[in-house]
């Protein structure tokens, strides 16, 4: 992984935003994933900054037309613009993205709809969409029960991570890291031997 970080801004204290997106609590296979990529660059960065979000148990609302009109309650306003402040100051961001029904958790697209903003993250110009977020490193801890990777039977199913490599790639970080465990439903070695080498791959992440 290439090092984004800024090393030229005035506050050095490099900063990382933990999200996690999974419902299944201490069953879930992205939420141990997300820990270790956080642990592992705690390891190489003593003193990292960590703001954690759990969407699973601090939901942000869906969005609304109050709510784009400016007209949604205030404390919905704020939460939201906490979010999107966490996601501009963060120099790491882990996300734990488990595939649900063929794509993201709605816990997860709630947050995506409060970063992914017009004149913050993003703009339009003459010549099309250009991403304003860059300058980060960006790790999804995906989870997914079957397979979908590229040359599988239902590699066209992935709308998990296809989606997010969009996403993150419109507002400016095209480069994101994915460290998959996939076939995580198919019996217990499957699972493990996903996690181990999982886990074997985020030993490697540099940043």
């Known amino acids: 992984m290439v090092t984004k970080w800024n090393h030229n801004r005035k506050d050095q204290t490099m900063k990382l935003l933990h999200i996690d997106s999974s419902i299944l609590g201490d069953n879930s296979v992205t939420r141990q994933l997300s820990a270790a990529v956080v642990a592992r660059f705690e390891a190489l960065h003593p003193g990292l900054e960590i703001v954690r979000h759990d969407l699973a148990a601090d939901p942000l609302p869906h969005l609304s037309g109050a709510h784009l009109g400016g007209q949604a309650p205030a404390e919905e306003l704020a939460q939201s613009a906490a979010a999107l402040d966490a996601f501009l100051a963060a120099d790491i961001v882990v996300v734990g993205a488990p595939m649900y029904n063929f794509g993201i958790s709605s816990q997860l697209k709630s947050w995506i709809d409060r970063i992914v903003i017009a004149g913050k993250t993003f703009r339009y110009g003459a010549d099309g969409p250009e991403g304003l977020a860059g300058g980060k490193t960006v790790v999804i801890a995906s989870g997914r029960g079957g397979l ?11 709308h998990q991570e296809t989606h997010l490599r969009a996403l993150f790639g419109f507002i400016g970080l095209p480069e994101i890291e994915i460290v998959r465990a996939e076939g ?9 031997k996903a996690i181990d080498d999982a886990t074997a791959a985020i030993a490697q992440l540099q940043v």
């Open 148 to 158: 979908y990777g590229p040359g599988t039977p239902f590699a066209f199913a992935d």
């Open 184 to 192: 995580v439903a198919m019996g217990p070695e499957p699972r493990q």
